[in-house]
């Protein structure tokens, strides 16, 4: 049998702030946590609502007392912000519980989550919120470890980036690349995505963990459709505030990750890993910027429609087959500005422009020279027309140098006038 001096001593001893009110709202009891919350003597006898300062900030707060006790609530549950007389703002969870005897009384419990919310919201911060809520409030968050989970993975990189970079100052460059994971994150979070984290001026983010997304196939296509519609308003701040125009390529894939807690006890983060990771990193290098490309793995788990631009086959590294995937525009009623490649207007050129290049193998510069002419433009000088003598495939990756300046670019199309190219990084110099 608990002793009422046990009860007075957890009373007395307990961080939560407790009080006990009349049926008229008098304070009869308030414990030390309570005092010095509100500022007020154990036995001031005040009302309970009267123990808040009267500012704007603490409305709610004086609100959930008095209709709670005006209206006999049995059990009543809150959150309200609280200001005290030194201006600190405080985040009370507030549990009432009404005792109808003879002599009505409530009690009341007010939880301090101040701390608590900061630390949520410096970790959301850092990830997103459902990593946030799955590392503070499951047991499974607390401990390192991981399970096996299908989900799909998205991965996006801007072209040309670290060319870019060497353009504008350390200020600068944060303040684009905030400015384009804030529009992008914003997306993410609408469709249910998780981001793992940000790789550079590249995003890595999963659907489908650590909560549960049934449909999550679709959901990250709509999201990569959506955020390739939403660098139009990145550019147009952009080009306001004087900064560059930046383009985006997106991969998405389907498949078996482990997916948990990876590190050491010290030293721990929420990551994602296993080959369908790699795959989506090896099919997003593939694209230029306004692409989206998803396997097959994915398209197949999608009911609804998929407006297809083209398809293709690629061998990841360490796979023994090729395998497949779709450009892609849209899915169901969402679609993309037009793709890329669709609306290619040439301009004729009078003279052929011999270049040296090289093959990039795994982003490295080859030591052979090759040679080539652009005979081409195209009228916003994306694209150009290429002729080598050397055989190139889709998707290789090249460096063209003219009078020490280097251009970067990738083959996208291969038909019977030569190759299209699309340059993905130029200096200032050479695009002038």
């Known amino acids: 049998m608990i002793k009422p001096e046990q009860v007075q001593y957890f009373f007395q001893n307990t961080e939560d702030a407790v009080c006990i009110v009349s049926a008229s709202g008098d304070l009869q009891y308030a414990n030390p946590a309570a005092e010095r919350l509100f500022g007020i003597p154990a036995d001031s006898g005040m009302k309970i609502w009267k123990a808040v300062p009267f500012i704007e900030g603490n409305d709610d707060l004086i609100q ?3 209709d709670a006790v005006t209206n006999k609530v049995a059990t ?4 309200a912000d609280y200001w005290n007389n030194e201006g600190e703002v405080k985040n009370l969870h507030v549990r009432m519980t009404c005792y109808k005897g003879e002599e009505t009384a409530y009690l009341i419990v007010i939880t301090d989550l101040t701390q608590l919310i900061k630390v949520n919201s410096a970790l959301v911060r850092y990830t997103s919120q459902d990593i946030a809520d799955f590392v503070l409030t499951t047991e499974e968050g607390q401990r390192s470890g991981g399970k096996n989970k299908e989900v799909t993975v998205i991965m996006s990189d801007l072209r040309g980036f670290t060319a870019l970079s060497a353009q504008l100052t350390a200020e600068q460059l944060i303040t684009v690349i905030n400015h384009y994971f804030e529009a992008m994150s914003s997306v993410v979070q609408k469709y249910g995505g998780s981001i793992i984290e940000f790789l550079g001026d590249g995003i890595f983010i999963i659907f489908g963990a650590p909560k549960d997304l049934p449909d999550h196939p679709a959901m990250a296509v709509k999201c990569a459709v959506e955020m390739q519609n939403a660098m139009a308003e990145v550019n147009e701040w952009n080009v306001q505030n004087g900064f560059p125009v930046l383009e985006m390529g997106i991969g998405i894939n389907t498949g078996v990750v482990v997916v948990g807690n990876i590190g050491s006890e010290k030293a721990m983060k929420y990551g994602c890993m296993g080959s369908a990771v790699n795959i989506t990193g090896r099919l997003e290098s593939l694209t230029i910027g306004g692409q989206i490309f998803i396997t097959e793995n994915t ?7 998929l407006s297809i631009v083209s398809e293709g086959c690629f061998l990841p590294k360490g796979s023994p087959e090729e395998l497949k995937y779709y450009e892609i525009k849209g899915v169901g009623d ?10 290619i207007k040439w301009r004729e050129q009078t003279v052929d422009i011999e270049y040296q290049y090289y093959v990039l193998e795994a982003k490295k510069v080859g030591v052979t020279s090759y ?12 694209f150009a027309r290429f002729i080598s003598e050397t055989a190139l495939e889709e998707k290789q990756n090249i460096m063209l140098r003219k009078d020490e300046e280097c251009i970067y670019a990738k083959v996208i199309r291969k038909d019977e ?13 050479v695009a002038t």
């Open 64 to 66: 959930l007392f008095i």
């Open 76 to 79: 009543h549950e809150a959150l």
């Open 417 to 429: 006038e030569g190759l299209v190219i699309c340059f993905t990084s130029m200096s200032q110099v």
């Open 334 to 343: 969402l679609e993309t500005n037009a793709s890329a490649l669709s609306s």
């Open 299 to 305: 398209a197949k788990l999608i009911n609804e429609e």
């Open 371 to 382: 040679s080539g002419k652009i005979v081409r433009y195209s009228e916003d000088r994306k």
